[in-house]
């Protein structure tokens, strides 16, 4: 297979994370009827977590980027589970989770910096349906946790 979309990216300056392993009893992808489920997976850049509480000292701006981090996570749990970034039929859903106080408000603009992302690297094939809630809390205090339905092409 091919890796088109992922020397796109490079050629972009776009480096993908090593896929993160679980911190849990799961695991990172499933495999079903062509349909790759990934796990959510927490803002974490450069090997080290983007934590905080949108609405508590967290910038919007901040919270995109901590969302953009969970795209490229996604992408490397793609790329992981599947073999290629290039076998990525269309991204189907995603739901994105805000760490964030009760009165905050801006979830959908969070889940941009994450929904932006996916359209960089997939083209077309990364427009999606999309969830995006606030929580009181994330797991590790991360600031965003993004999980994902991804139509794949037969191998």
Request: proline share 4%; charged share 20%; hydrophobic share 50%.
């Amino acid at each position: 297979m091919t890796d088109n979309i992922e020397k796109a990216l490079n050629a972009k300056g776009i480096e993908l994370p090593k896929a993160a392993s679980p911190v849990a009893s799961y695991v990172p992808a499933v495999e079903i009827n062509g349909l790759l489920h990934i796990s959510g997976q927490v803002s974490m850049a450069d090997g080290k977590l983007i934590t905080g509480k949108l609405g508590d000292g967290m910038t919007l701006e901040e919270g995109q980027q901590a969302a953009k981090a969970c795209a490229l996570m996604i992408a490397a749990q793609i790329k992981q589970a599947a073999g290629s970034l290039d076998r990525v039929d269309r991204i189907v859903k995603l739901g994105v989770f805000v760490n964030s106080t009760a009165d905050y408000t801006d979830h959908p603009k969070v889940a941009n910096g994450c929904s932006d992302m996916m359209e960089v690297i997939f083209g077309a094939a990364g427009q999606h349906a999309r969830s995006a809630v606030g929580v009181a809390a994330l797991p590790l205090g991360v600031a965003v946790e993004v999980d994902a339905i991804v139509a794949l092409k037969p191998a």
